[in-house]
């Protein structure tokens, strides 16, 4: 098992960034967090890194390309459809839960409203991350 873990978040909100921040620096201290905010930026940024991430997790509503068809990208693409992914939305319809599970996210989680929800979600998208060792 590696000794750090890469986590991508990508999120446009820089509240929830912040928050997100917070709740992994108090449960991961083996964590990495790198953010991407616009979803035009996602893919160049992906096939530019040398490691690519454990764990991505994903916003559904960003500027530019929408987390959707960012999902799509992702899953199609040969060398990353293997990265697991967390979808981390305030969405809480059942379509976009049904489109995302079946489009290969491997969680779809509807943003928690308390920072010890969000401590439980990091667990989450940390053991998804570590499912890969």
């Known amino acids: 098992m590696k000794n ?3 986590i991508l978040l990508i999120e446009d909100d820089q509240d ?12 991961c201290m ?19 890194v040398s490691q690519r991430p454990d764990v991505i997790v994903l916003d559904l509503n960003l500027p530019m390309v929408n987390g959707r068809e960012l999902l799509t990208q992702i899953k ?12 981390l939305t305030t969405s809480s319809a059942p379509e ?10 491997n969680d779809f989680i509807t943003k928690p409203t ?13 053991q998804l991350g570590r499912s890969r060792d």
């Open 4 to 6: 750090t873990l890469q």
């Open 76 to 87: 199609a693409d040969p060398d990353l459809k293997v990265v697991p992914v967390a979808i």
């Open 114 to 126: 308390t920072i010890e929800e969000l401590g439980s979600v990091v667990k989450t998208v940390i």
């Open 16 to 27: 929830d960034v912040e928050l997100f921040l917070y709740a992994l620096r108090a449960t």
């Open 30 to 48: 083996a964590c990495t967090l790198n953010v991407v905010r616009q979803g035009n930026e996602v893919m160049p940024y992906l096939q530019s």
């Open 96 to 105: 976009d839960r049904l489109y995302c599970l079946q489009a290969g996210a």
